[in-house]
């Protein structure tokens, strides 16, 4: 990168804990500099007790954006002065705009899960799917799916089965949709149900570096062919679930293309400027091969 930081550039950055595995560094300072803007986008490592601090010097230090990932997704709702519909509905933010001290959230990730899926949107169709996880990704995927896709039914699957029939309530008064099954994740339980499902998507960390040899269920049962299986998880773009439902001859789609629309639309929310989609792909790919 050129060292050519001076009084007007503008800082964003991402505030999340843990955030080691991010890629969101190099995918918004390469489109800077393919674009020849005047940012820097930097990681911070905020623990949740230092979350409103983090937002405090957010306004104090005039920093221009933040995207914010685990665990502060829901926490950052309350700290905000405008949310956007789509994100109001989610329950969940993932990119802050700081408008001279006025924060404004927004959620992007719906942006990416749109852009994975569209190519599929005919085969799921009144297509019955399942979603592993109950978190703030599994927030995003569900609205998704219910305002873009029309499924006929969604299976929420959980560790937490709690958290699983919180979101039904939510989603089921948010968007008046009614047809979810909630399940516990346990694979041997699951196998008819995930089988069942037109699309699996894991929206789980499952299967995240450093811990790539796990996955949400080793049983190649629950898997079939011209299925579709969405591993939200980008670090590494090939996890063990997309291997197994590959191995069974299923489509397979990684959380990288999610990870680079998300970031285009929070990139056009700071500066105004359209990400450049296809070179900063190319750069990606370099990177993650390194
Ligand atoms: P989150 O809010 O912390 O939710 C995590 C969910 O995963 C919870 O439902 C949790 O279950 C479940 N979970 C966590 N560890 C588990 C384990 N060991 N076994 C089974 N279930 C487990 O996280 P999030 O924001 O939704 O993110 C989830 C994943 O999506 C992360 O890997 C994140 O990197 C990825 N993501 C990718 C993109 C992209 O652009 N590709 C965008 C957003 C998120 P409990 O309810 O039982 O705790």
Sequence with gaps: MKNSFHINTQLLGLIGHPIKHTFSPFIHNVAVELKKLNYIYLPFDVPPSNLRNAIKGMIALGIKGFNVTIPHKEAVLSYMNNVSDEASIIGSINT???????????????????????????????????????????????????????????????RTEQRAESLKIYFRDKMKFDSFKICELFPPDLINVLKDSKLIVNATPVGMFPDSDDTITTLKESFKKNQIVFDLVYNPPQTKLLQLASSEGAVTLDGIKMLVHQAAKSFELWTGEILPIDELNKSLQLYIQD
């Design 96 to 158: 802050i705009v700081n408008d001279q001290g006025k924060l404004n959230g927004y959620n992007t990730d719906a942006d990416g899960i749109l852009n994975t899926l569209l190519p599929y949107k005919e085969k799921l169709n009144g297509e019955n799917v399942s979603i592993v996880g109950a978190g703030g990704a599994a927030r995003a995927v569900i609205y998704s799916l219910i305002r873009y896709f029309k499924p006929k039914k969604i299976n929420l699957i959980n």
